[in-house]
């Protein structure tokens, strides 16, 4: 009998909600442009105001503050590309251990790229954020720093109060990457200091190819697509209104279905298993605060290339970080800037949790990683 299929990769994707997919499907089913003022127009535009309330929830903003994008890898090049242009910021300051659509949007400005380290926890290092704009503020310069709330690959919770503290009592501006954060931990968009945070949907269990950049008032300027005025002129072309349902259903319902209690005993249930499996197990960011439902760990001499093949024959998805590299396996930049050494960085793996995860998976995962490091010692001799 074949072995039922394991998901294990939420951080990439979380499969899609029931109430999402409804959603999609139901908008779908109408007709017309939401601009359009007759009946048909206005169906649809009360579809995408009820989904920007469901989001704004889910985010801690207010309605008006969420705009809505193709993906949040949109919304990182609007709030950091559009946010160099509109506030006329002269450098722009990232962590090493940032998501490649941050660190490409950085480049894309043309403008000086100043990079803040982790440390070996994979904490960003906010003394370095505190050197960068006092220097920035001795020669008249403005810079928008850009940051993760949470990171995708380690799960580490970044010192959000601590750079909100520093960024907002300055004149320079905060840009945040709340990707793998929103419904995973508080967010409080309305209220804390970041100017812009973008935001995804497949994160949550609602649809791809479709996003929000989250935008105080004075960042309403902030714009990337020109178009017709939609989304108050913040964003040009026509809403496509069923993934924005579809969206603003995910925002809804994910509370209802993501236990983080459930999901974070799920991921000590397998680090304390794999440890048993494997001694030598290197958990990476294990002494810094997680979100809970990732773990990024290492056997050493255990290739990450070879585990995933192994786990996926076996019917189990996992991945060795960020799924937005093309499909490669290869070194993490996140481990590297941790000061992880390059031989262990090619073991790396990551399992991630999410809404559907049961602990069937988690001893699914278990048994297949447990067939991966025999096989593996077996073939190198090493004794069990």
Known sequence: MERPAT??????SAPLLAESRLALVD???????????????RA???????????????????????????SATEAITQAIVGGARAFNVDAIAVSEGEHGAVLKAAEATGLPVQLIGLDADGLIKVDDIARMLEQADMVGMRMLVAVHQVNNETGVVQPMGRIEALVGASPHYLFVDAAQAIGKTTLDFASRA??????????????????ALLMKGHADQVRLIPGGGQESG??????????VAGFGAAAKAFPEHYRAADVGELVRFIEAGMREIA??????????????????????????????????LAGISVSSGSACSSGKVGPSHVLKAMGVAPALTECALRVSFGWSSTKQDAEAYLNGFGD?????RARHGVAA
Request: charged fraction near 20%.
């Open 372 to 376: 991966v490091v025999g096989r593996h």
């Open 44 to 70: 649809l535009r009360a579809l995408i105001d009820r989904a920007r309330s469901d989001v704004a929830k889910l985010a801690g903003a207010e309605r008006d503050q969420v705009v809505f994008t193709g």
């Open 234 to 243: 913040r964003r040009g072309g026509t809403e496509a209104a069923a993934l």
């Open 27 to 41: 908008a779908l089913a109408l007709t017309g442009n939401p601009s359009s003022v007759h009946q048909h127009g």
């Open 194 to 211: 970041p100017d812009l945070m973008a935001v995804g949907s497949h994160k949550i269990g609602g649809p791809t190819g479709i996003g």
């Open 279 to 312: 001694p030598d197990l290197v958990v990476f960011g294990a002494a810094a605060e997680r979100v809970g439902n990732v773990s990024n760990f290492a056997v050493p001499g255990l290739k990450a290339s070879v585990a995933m093949m192994g786990l996926d």
């Open 7 to 12: 998901y294990l990769d939420h951080n990439a």
